[in-house]
């Protein structure tokens, strides 16, 4: 029998490690704002009700926390209301499974056994990435590949029902096949595989932009890396023409529902309100977070919340810059708010002081160890073709968060690119990094940066620390589990 190759071994390892958290937890509920509301919208695609939430039972269920607004509505308690608040896949992909399974009790347990599915496909994603970026590192694509099968967060995240699940495999699919498509200076090179990778990249790049719309940014960037970078002008109009046709009939079917052009989701002004609230420090907070949440008009709750945000900026816009580094401060925290969340809230019952900090080091360690040594692989880098769409994808996916929301879960998505960065400083001989700083200007002004942004990240994790002191206080005391944090 012939021997699998490492990316179906190292597929199998990370399902395995996967399916037995699932497996774990085979009888768990579901317990966010998000995960309801994505529920809500499978639940009524799978019955035929289209894209639609909070039919009577739902709203009933939810009035009990929430007063809703059901003003300028025409409301029906059967079928609920018809919403643009999310974008689509993520609760399409939940209706299929339902449609299936039924939508019972089982219907969790389904969805996250087919999560876990997808979720382990990141490991030989990063694997075949990394192969690509750095083709003369194979050590590295193998470490990289194990760091994503193993990394704790993500081996438990298929029990959650969020649009990670979906967003991630996604994103890195996406990136692989751009990767695929050559540089117009190759000679020859085949014209139907340089059309296959076109249209499959601008497939993924589509469907990652309905899950998550925030990755609009780096799709724009994609296309023009694709025709000034590699040359390749026909393979960006194909990759434009993909996307605009798999996106454009959502976005004219919210067009249509809310009488004025929306885009695939219509969160922006929600968001905004929440990042730029006076009570606020730029991520998500709790209080403000159901201000708006009332309003079941999607159109209304976006403008007023736009309004609001612009009102909040113009009465003190010097909270303006703070906001942005307390942002990019979150994006790159330590990833302890749902466990913090969880137990708190006595989802996971008491746990002894020790043994907390045991699972909270297990939880929070590697992401300490990845992400600086991430920081000294990128300043190894060159700038050269697949090395640029690295760049491009940084800092098209981390400016939106810093100007409007951010929490530590939204780095997960570079998770994967982080691993296959770290692998290299990892591989890499201490004469690489002195040669790199010894061969150009360039070289020295990368190297310098990798060692500030590990300071810089030390610098935020100490300060996160200090913050979070009485709490985390609280969470270790005798009666932990009952401190009811917010999320």
Known sequence: MKKLSFGWRIYF???????????????????????????????????GNGFRWYAGEDLERMEKYVEFDLSNLDYDPVRGVQTSFRAPLYP???????????????????????????????????????????????????????????YPLLIIYPIGLATENLFFPLVLTSFYFLLKIPKGQIPNPDSRLVTRYALLSGLFLALT?????????????????????????????????????????WVIRNSILHHKLTGVESSMGYNLYVGYHPDGDGSFLFGPSLDLITVLDDAQRNQLGTQRAIEFIRDNPRRILPLVLNRLGFLFGLEKRALMYLYSNNLLGYIPPVLFLAIASILLLPFVIIA????????????????????????????????????????????PFLAILAAQAWTRSR?????????????????????????????????????????????????????????
């Open 209 to 249: 932009i309905l899950t998550r719309s925030v990755i609009l940014p780096f799709a724009g960037l994609a296309v023009l890396w694709t025709w000034f970078i590699l040359k390749q002008k026909r393979s960006a109009i194909l990759m434009a023409l993909t996307m605009l046709i798999l996106v454009s009939p």
């Open 92 to 150: 399409a992909f939940l209706a299929v499974i339902y449609f299936l399974t039924g939508a019972g009790a089982v219907r969790f347990f389904a969805a996250r056994l087919v999560q876990a599915g997808l979720s382990a496909l990141l490991a030989p994603l990063a694997y075949h990435v990394s192969c690509r970026l750095f083709p003369n590192n194979k050590s590295a694509s193998v470490i990289s590949a194990r760091i994503v099968a193993f």
């Open 13 to 47: 390892v990370a399902l395995i490690l996967r399916l037995i958290a699932v497996l774990l937890t085979h009888s768990l509920g579901i317990g966010l704002d998000d995960m309801f509301q994505y529920d809500m919208l499978a639940r009524s695609l799978a019955d």
């Open 372 to 415: 600086p040594s991430a920081a000294l692989g990128l300043a190894l880098t060159r700038p050269q073709s697949g090395t640029i769409l690295l760049y491009l994808l940084l800092f098209a996916y981390i400016l939106p968060h810093v100007l409007i929301l951010s929490e530590d879960r939204f780095h997960l998505a570079l998770l």
């Open 431 to 487: 004469n690489v990094f002195a040669g790199r700083w010894r061969d150009s200007l360039a070289g020295k002004v990368f190297i310098s940066l990798g060692i500030l942004a590990v300071f810089l990240l030390f610098i935020n994790w100490g300060f996160e620390l200090s913050r979070d002191a009485d709490k985390i206080a609280a969470l270790l005391g005798p009666n932990g589990n009952q401190t009811h944090f917010p999320y």
